[in-house]
């Protein structure tokens, strides 16, 4: 299966680490060439350093929908188009403690990262993909092992 996405472009947020990591690691197997999206400058900038030349790193809070446009216009402009997007970026936070004492400007950091930065993501690539031809593809990330917070919004997005 080499080569498969050979030409293709595609963003990973949350890419700098982990399962997003892995993810830009397969997808310059197959020979796409990859923007690693995240918050993480140092990591993400080492990461793309490391990988080297079919890889690009963009700074971006994906809560933010100025950040995800500039963040689709940087894969477009260093890589001539775009052809996959996996929304990988998401936080837990464990800290909201019970209903009746829970924090509620982590419930709303958490829910505009893991759910506002998922529509954000699809939306704004899809509208480019849709303009140029070329829907590709879209993928949202979850980690079913977990048990907190996260899993929550994480669901409520596939519903």
Request: aromatic share 6%.
């Amino acid at each position: 299966m080499a080569n498969e996405l050979a030409g293709k472009v595609a963003i990973v947020t949350g890419g700098s680490r982990g399962l997003g990591r892995g993810m830009v690691e397969l997808f310059l197997e197959e020979g796409a060439r990859v923007v690693i999206a995240d918050v993480l400058e140092e990591e993400g900038q080492a990461l793309a350093q490391d990988l080297g030349g079919d890889v690009r790193f963009q700074h971006t809070d994906v809560s933010n929908r100025e950040a995800v446009q500039a963040l689709v216009d940087f894969a477009v402009a260093e890589f001539g188009g775009l052809h996959a997007v996996v929304n990988n970026a998401g936080l837990s936070d464990n800290a909201f403690g019970s209903l009746l004492d829970a924090d509620f400007d982590a419930f709303e950091r958490v829910m505009a990262v893991n759910v506002k930065g998922v529509m954000l993501g699809t939306q704004i690539a899809a509208r480019h993909m849709a303009q140029h031809g070329d829907l590709g593809a879209e993928h949202h990330a979850f980690d079913v092992d977990r048990h907190d917070p996260l899993e929550g919004v994480k669901i409520g997005i596939e519903q």
